[in-house]
């Protein structure tokens, strides 16, 4: 008896876990960047509704499962005991050479079409209805705003449909950024795009190289303190 109930619950997790990967969801994302992040995505099936919310140092999370809903609210977690010690201007000037060394070593061609092919099989699985990004980024090494520029009218070049709006910020270093998608998908098909992505030997190849490049960063900063 204890068995026949056991595989019956069993049965019903299953069939309630392929009808949520096989049932369409509608999504949502409107997020923005300037100064501090702000962000509200609803995620909306037959079975459940999914909103999460920050705005500033505040995220709201509500879901609601057969019209019974779930909140919960949070702020965001502070260290305790402050921040670490400051770095110097040197000291954070060699370590971002370095890191910006190390980036450059992943951004090859065949890594860059990679990742893209990827993203544009992505944005065919999600079916967007609405899709749009927009910002002005400036660093402080005109050389990385001049290789942004190249990369952006390349895209640009390659994929004419895509609605990226940038601007190049020469006089100040700033991030700012906007953007907002909508659409449907089937979870099923997604993760099955995804698993293939993370399974390629070049992406295996590419996870490798940010691994090495982690723990070569966390060796430099140990020495360093």
Known sequence: ??????????????????????????????????????YLMCVDSPLFRFVKERRGEEIKTRLVIMGLPLEKKLGKKRRPGGRGKKKSHEDRALAKSRW??????????????HV???????????????????????L????????????????????????????????????????????????????FRLALFMASRKTIRILREIYRIRRRRKKVAAVAT
Not at 100 to 113: D, I, S
Not at 116 to 138: C, D, E, I, Q, S
Not at 174 to 186: D, K, R
Request: glycine fraction near 4%; charge should be negative; proline fraction near 6%.
């Open 100 to 113: 910006l060394l190390q980036v450059r070593a992943l951004l090859t061609r065949g890594n860059v079409n």
């Open 140 to 191: 402080d090494e005109p050389e990385l705003n001049a290789w942004l520029l190249a990369v952006y009218y390349a895209l640009k070049s390659l994929y004419a449909e895509i609605p990226l709006q940038w601007e190049p910020v020469w006089d100040d270093e700033c991030v700012e950024l906007e953007g907002a998608v909508e659409g449907s998908l089937i979870p099923a098909i997604l993760l």
């Open 1 to 38: 008896m204890f068995f026949t109930v056991l595989y019956f619950v069993a049965g019903v997790l299953a069939l309630v876990a392929a009808l949520l990967l096989f049932l369409p969801l509608s999504y949502s994302l409107s997020a923005a960047y300037k100064e501090a992040p702000a």
């Open 116 to 138: 893209w092919r990827f993203v544009a099989k992505l944005l065919a699985t999600v079916k967007p209805r609405h899709l749009m990004l927009k910002g002005r980024v400036g």
